[in-house]
């Protein structure tokens, strides 16, 4: 069974920008497209990123764009998370998840079958 941990979260001033990591456990994610996505308080999660399990294509969502970029690394195991200039608005529990699919990213919640349990961004100053 995939398992998915979130991790470098935290506060950020703004203009600051963010690193986070999801790791796998219980699985390669060779096989698996993988996507980020955020939750603000009051709000309904949202894409930020994918990227697909070869990694020759990405998907960046609207609130990030021209700032956010998905990638992974060569053992399959890490999938990262990069936003530059960060904004308040950019405040909320970032997840990864993952689906096994071999061409493509989905950005979308419903097509995700594994999820993480989230780290907290905050952008304050």
């Known amino acids: 069974q995939l398992q998915l941990v979130e991790s470098g979260g935290g506060l950020v001033q703004p203009g600051g920008s963010l690193r986070l990591s999801c790791t796998a456990s219980?699985?390669?994610?060779?096989?698996?497209?993988v996507g980020w996505f955020r939750q603000a308080p009051g709000k309904e999660r949202e894409g930020v990123g994918c990227?697909?399990?070869?990694?020759?294509?990405?998907n960046t969502g609207a609130s990030v764009m021209g700032r956010g970029t998905t990638s992974r690394d060569d053992a399959k195991t890490t999938v990262y998370l990069q936003v530059n200039n960060l904004e308040p608005e950019d405040t909320g529990v970032y997840y990864c998840?993952?689906?096994?699919?071999?061409?493509?990213?989905?950005?979308?919640?419903?097509?995700?079958?594994?999820w993480g349990k989230g780290t907290l961004v905050t952008v304050s100053s």
């Open positions: 998840a993952a689906v096994r699919q071999r061409i493509g990213c989905p950005l979308l919640r419903d097509a995700m079958d594994f």
């Open positions: 990227i697909s399990s070869s990694g020759a294509y990405t």
């Open positions: 219980g699985s390669s994610l060779g096989d698996y497209a």
